[in-house]
């Protein structure tokens, strides 16, 4: 089984930061990874797919990179929206998810 | 209206069964795998099981394989999930979810749609 393991668990920050959330996996996964924002109480919304392509209506603040066994969601100005928590999933093989990384209120 | 709607959950003894059932709608169903992806209380998300598009092929995780079982009617544009063997770790909010890329060269993809989940309780 992949191993999909994701950085910081937790990450605090204040509106208007740029925030970087890693996302590792145990054996290259070429581009094949999606991210997505979960709030309380809410069921997760995709952000990207293919490590950097954006979802149809996602702000353009959000962006990926990476290819292989490394990946990054960006956020480039962290808006009051956007603290929640933060999950990876590859789909190379079978489907796996990260831990999570909660963005919180620094 | 695109959209998933769960049901079927809900308070179960230890060993028991359920059977989770998902309808979907404002799409065209049979051109999509399925899945069922479960969050225990307060932890991360897990893939449980997905189904290909015409049923014939299923994919569970080790933790559910033997005790649950995917299906679908591509007719009533239902998922389903037979739920047997239950266990206090089987404990969560259960989502159906529906693959974004109908491609099937390849087996596996991201989730564009999800249900609101319906949450199932094992009480041991």
């Known amino acids: 089984d992949i191993q999909m393991t994701q950085s910081p668990s937790t990450l605090s920050a204040s509106v208007g930061d740029r925030v970087t959330i890693t996302c590792r996996a145990s054996q290259s996964i070429s581009r094949w990874l999606a991210w997505y924002q979960q709030k309380p109480g809410k069921a997760p919304d995709l952000l990207i797919y293919?490590?950097?392509t954006l979802e149809s209506g996602v702000p353009s603040r959000f962006s990926g990179s990476g290819s292989g066994t490394e990946f990054t969601l960006t956020i480039s100005s962290l808006q009051p929206d956007d603290f929640a928590t933060y999950y990876c999933?590859?789909?190379?093989?079978?489907?796996?998810f990260g831990q999570g990384t909660k963005v919180e209120i620094k | 209206e695109v959209q998933l709607l769960e049901s079927g959950g809900g308070l179960v003894q230890s060993g028991g069964s359920l059977r989770l059932s998902c309808a979907a709608s404002?799409?065209?169903?049979?051109?999509?795998?399925m899945s069922w992806i479960r969050q225990a209380p307060g932890k991360g998300l897990e893939w449980v099981s997905s189904i290909r598009h015409t049923g014939g092929v299923t994919y569970y995780a080790d933790s559910v394989k033997g005790r649950f079982t995917i299906s679908r009617d591509n007719v009533k544009h239902t998922l389903n999930l037979q739920m047997s063997s239950l266990r206090a770790e089987d404990t969560g909010i259960y989502y159906c979810?529906?693959?974004?890329?109908?491609?099937?060269?390849?087996?596996?993809?991201?989730?564009?749609?999800w249900g609101r989940g319906t949450l199932v309780t094992v009480s041991s």
């Open positions: 999933q590859q789909y190379n093989n079978i489907r796996g």
């Open positions: 979810a529906k693959d974004g890329d109908s491609g099937t060269w390849k087996s596996s993809w991201y989730f564009d749609l």
């Open positions: 404002g799409f065209t169903f049979s051109d999509y795998v």
């Open positions: 293919e490590a950097s």
